[in-house]
Structures are given as structure tokens and as C-alpha cells.
């Protein structure tokens, strides 16, 4: 083990600012890593490590993507496994929806194969109601990771079925906008389930006065895409409850806005602000997706939001991060004007002025909503975040000691993986799509930015233990912790990541009860 010298030297290899330091902290610099790019994570066909290290990893990250990944396709089982999560659950309960899940997503994957003639047994069927589950047992059962390695030998003929070449599940391919591919949504229960619950959704926003605790409890479990814009702003406290107000706020929002505009944007030169502004003009070319924020429109929007947010809130400034903040508002409000899945190449030319302007007012006001409550996050030395990841350490020690007592011994420290993602609530490690339907449960949530985010982080951690303890180098560990292999992910993972958090937090005795079915 290095020395406490060794370790300052780590922090002394580049000029970069140490987070929490007296200057602003520009972290969160790099993509996440995309396995599409790189092909040497992925192979048509399982082969023998050739070399003791590194070909090692790579069998191990085939294997873990083989045995569990394909098992996350969209499918209609992520409901049962999220209302299960509302209970505590116990290691039998546990393995015994997972066998089911398993079995029913093998069934589907038989009959979608176009070489193979399913038979009668094949066709997949309706998934069943959660079993009635005990309260009294508040024992913490194994990470999602761990599961399905650690299955008993009698359901291994379950899991037969998707052993397969080395492959992306389907749920890579789904676009941006948060629509899985139509090959995904070939089951007609799917179908029947989205439909019901964008009805529900629906109902509940056509009365007068939208109950907001219903709303809630709805959309912990994520919200369909055509009533997503209008549940996010009633959801973050920018749009009433009553009907009939709402036109009046809009309007009186939006215009208050621009005031803003007209009031503060010329300064944007000036000696006092020309450095936040240079900031953000460097910044937003890293942002992602690329296609879309660079466009000349989009930029500027994001550009005139980000000034007049930094101008209103001297206490913290603009601070690298809070960028990332706002293209989840903007993608979900611009897709209410744009006919293409795929935001990403959409061209926002082609949206009307009025209604571009009307996007930009609304993506200030509900990420100015988020930001009022983690604040702190991004203020002097930013002493929410430093907070936030001694209490992500802490909690991990208690999840899974082993995980935290090997990031321990190998020296690596929580400030160097973890900082990142409190700073980005996690934009930077998982795909535009699946932050989308992370901030679905946030909203849902009380506190869900500032609070249930830690849960979210914690089970995010775990959930890649079998890898982390494989780690046996400093270097190789953080590596990975920094580039966790998230580019094919949809949906389904952040459901099952979503329903861990949950039963984390219900462990510690501090959830109450927002799901609903």
C-alpha cells in the first residue's frame, strides 16, 4: 500500500483543481465510456483470456454482460420488481421474482429468434401480481450484480436460455427521446401496460386540480413520453395545481424571463462577468449530445440560461456542472414541438420561435426549481457535495463492507469516483435516455435531487461489486470506477437501479411510500 506522500503525489500529477478546494471545481470533464467504441470489450464470440491481466477483465466483463445484462431488455417485469421494492424483502422472495423474471424474459427472447419455431409454452404470458410479501424482515439482501451470480444450482436451467454471443442487449438501440425500438415492443401485455398507464396519467392531468400526491405515486415508475413535459413542470412546483391558472403563470413566467434578458445579457462582456461567460462558452462544446447542443439556437439558449441563472445567484456562480443540469429540461420540453424519436438529430430550426422561446423560459425556471435544492452543491468550496460523499462512504460501509473495506485497502478514495457524480447527478455516467427516467423518481420523490440521489449512488456502486472486487491495482480500479461500461443501458437497468435505491432507503427506515403500480 502507498504511503499518505504517495497519495498526495496522485493529487499533485496535473494543475487541475482538487475538489472543494477555494476555487471553483471544474470536474466531470470526460464522457462516459461508450463499449460501442471500443472493440475490444466486445467480441462475436466468448474466447480464453490470453493474457493474465488485462484479457482477464475483459472475460469478466463478458461473462457479468452474458449472464445478467440481456435479462434488463424492456419487457413488462420492471413494475413487479418496483412494487416489491416498496416492501422489505427477504434472500428467498428476492431470488424467487428474479427466477420469474428470468424465465418469462427467455421465453420472449424464444420467440422473437427468426431460425426457431417457439412452441405453445414459449409465448410469453402476463406477468403476475407481487406475491404478498413479509414486512417484519428488514434484512438487506445481495446487489442486483451479485444475484443472478450467486443463484442456487436448481435454477440454472432457467438461466440457461440466455447464455449468447457476446452482444449488446436490445435496449442499446433505444433512442434518446426515450422510446425503446418497435422490435422491444413487440409483446402486446407491453403495449396494453403503457397504454393503461398513459391513461391513468391522462385522467389524472385532465381534472380541474391535478392531485400532485397521485401524480407522484404515478410517476415514480416513470412517466410515459407524451405527458412527460407537463408532468415535469408540475412536478418541480413551476406549473399550479389548478387548471385554469396555468396559461396566467406561463405567460407571466416566460415573461419575466426575458426581462431578464433584456436586463442582464448585454453585461455578459463586461469586466465583472466576462469570465462566467467565457466559462460557459468553453463548456457547453463538451455536453452532450453534441448534434444537438451545437447547433447555433441551441447554443445560444443554453448560453443565455446559464448567464442569467450565474447573475441571480452570486452566492454560487456558474460552476462546471450545472450545465449538464439543463439538457434533460430542454430535450423533454423541445419534444413536445419536434416529430423526430431521435432528439439527437433533430433540427431545431425548424421549431417556431414562439415555441423555442417558450421552451428556453420553462428549461430556466424548472432547472432554477432543481438547483434551489442542492444549492449548496455549488457554492464556496462546495461543501454540499464534499457533505454528500462522506455520507455515500458511510453508507456504503454499511450496504457492503467488503466493496468499501477493498476501496480501502486499494487506497482509492470516494472524492475521486463519487465527486462527479453528485456534481452531475449521474449525467455523466449513464446515457441522456436513462437520466431522463432517473428524473422521473427524483421528481417524484421528496427530495429526490438532494437526498434520494445518495441511495441512487449507493446502489449504483454496489451494483458493480463483482468487478470491483476483481480490481487488484489502484490504477485499473478508479479506471473503472470512472468509466463504467453504461452505453447500452435503457430503461430496465435504471428500474432495477431505481427498486434497489429504494430498498435501501427503505432499510434505513427513512422511505415513505411513493411508488404506486
Known amino acids: 500500500m502507498a504511503s499518505d506522500g504517495a497519495r498526495k503525489q496522485f493529487w499533485k500529477r496535473s494543475n487541475s483543481k482538487v475538489p472543494g478546494s477555494i476555487q471553483h471545481v471544474y470536474g466531470a470533464q470526460h464522457p462516459p465510456f461508450d463499449p460501442l467504441l471500443h472493440g475490444t470489450l466486445l467480441k462475436a464470440t466468448p474466447k480464453a483470456p490470453s493474457t493474465p491481466v488485462k484479457a482477464k477483465r475483459v472475460s469478466t466483463f463478458q461473462e457479468f454482460e452474458s449472464n445478467t445484462s440481456d435479462a434488463w431488455d424492456a419487457g413488462e417485469d420492471d413494475d413487479e420488481l418496483l412494487a416489491m421494492a416498496a416492501e422489505s424483502l427477504n434472500t428467498a422472495v428476492v431470488m424467487e421474482a428474479a427466477n420469474r423474471v428470468l424465465r418469462n424474459h427467455s421465453q420472449r427472447q424464444g420467440s422473437q429468434q427468426p431460425l426457431a419455431a417457439p412452441g405453445p409454452e414459449q409465448q410469453p404470458k402476463p406477468s403476475a401480481e407481487p406475491p404478498s410479501v413479509p414486512s417484519g424482515d428488514l434484512r438487506l439482501v445481495k446487489s442486483v450484480s451479485e444475484s443472478h451470480t450467486a443463484s442456487p444450482a436448481g435454477s440454472a436451467s432457467d438461466a440457461a436460455p440466455l447464455q449468447r454471443s457476446q452482444s449488446l442487449p436490445h435496449s442499446a438501440t433505444v433512442v434518446l427521446g426515450g422510446a ?49 413535459a407537463i408532468t415535469w413542470k408540475l412536478l418541480s412546483g413551476y406549473l399550479p395545481a389548478n387548471v385554469d391558472r396555468r396559461p396566467a403563470t406561463l405567460q407571466r413566467k416566460q415573461k419575466e424571463y426575458f426581462a431578464f434578458i433584456d436586463h442582464y445579457y448585454d453585461s455578459r462582456n463586461d ?66 414541438h419536434i416529430d423526430d424519436e431521435d432528439v439527437d438529430t433533430a433540427d431545431v430550426s425548424r421549431v417556431p420561435a414562439d415555441a423555442l422561446r417558450n421552451v428556453e423560459a420553462d428549461t430556466y425556471w424548472c432547472m432554477s426549481r432543481l438547483l434551489d435544492g442542492i444549492q449548496d452543491n455549488y457554492t464556496f468550496a462546495q461543501p454540499g457535495i464534499q457533505m454528500k460523499v462522506k455520507m455515500l462512504e458511510e453508507l456504503v460501509s454499511r450496504i457492503d463492507e467488503q466493496v468499501h473495506r477493498h476501496l480501502d485497502q486499494h487506497e482509492v478514495r470516494y472524492l475521486q469516483f463519487a465527486f462527479r457524480w453528485m456534481n452531475n447527478l449521474l449525467m455523466r455516467e449513464v446515457p441522456l435516455r436513462c437520466t431522463i427516467r432517473l428524473w422521473d423518481t427524483y421528481q417524484s420523490e421528496p427530495e429526490g435531487f438532494a437526498h434520494f440521489h445518495l441511495y441512487v449512488c449507493a446502489a449504483f456502486l454496489v451494483r458493480w461489486r463483482k468487478e470491483i472486487l476483481e480490481e487488484r491495482d489502484f490504477q485499473e480500479l478508479l479506471l473503472f470506477l470512472q468509466n463504467l461500461p453504461t452505453a447500452h443501458w435503457g430503461d430496465e437497468d435504471v428500474s432495477l437501479l431505481l427498486a434497489e435505491a429504494y430498498r435501501l432507503k427503505f432499510a434505513f427506515a427513512d422511505a415513505p411510500n411513493h411508488y404506486k403500480k
Not at 443565455?304 to 429540461?329: E, K, M
Request: hydrophobic share 40%.
Open 180 to 228: 425503446p425500438e418497435p422490435s422491444t415492443l413487440s409483446s402486446s401485455a407491453l403495449s396494453e401496460r403503457e397504454a393503461s398507464r398513459l391513461d391513468k396519467f391522462k385522467q389524472l392531468l385532465a381534472g380541474p386540480n391535478t392531485d400532485l400526491e397521485e401524480l407522484r405515486k404515478l410517476s415514480w415508475s416513470g412517466i410515459p413520453k407524451p405527458v412527460r
Open 271 to 336: 469586466a465583472a462577468h466576462q469570465d462566467t461567460y467565457r466559462q460557459i462558452r468553453i463548456d457547453l462544446p463538451r455536453m452532450s449530445p453534441e448534434a444537438l447542443i451545437l447547433q447555433p439556437k441551441v447554443t445560444e439558449i443554453f448560453e443565455r440560461i446559464l448567464f442569467i441563472w450565474a447573475i441571480r445567484h452570486p452566492a454560487s456562480g456558474y460552476v462546471q456542472g450545472i450545465n449538464d443540469l439543463v439538457t434533460p429540461f430542454f430535450v423533454v420540453f423541445i419534444c413536445e
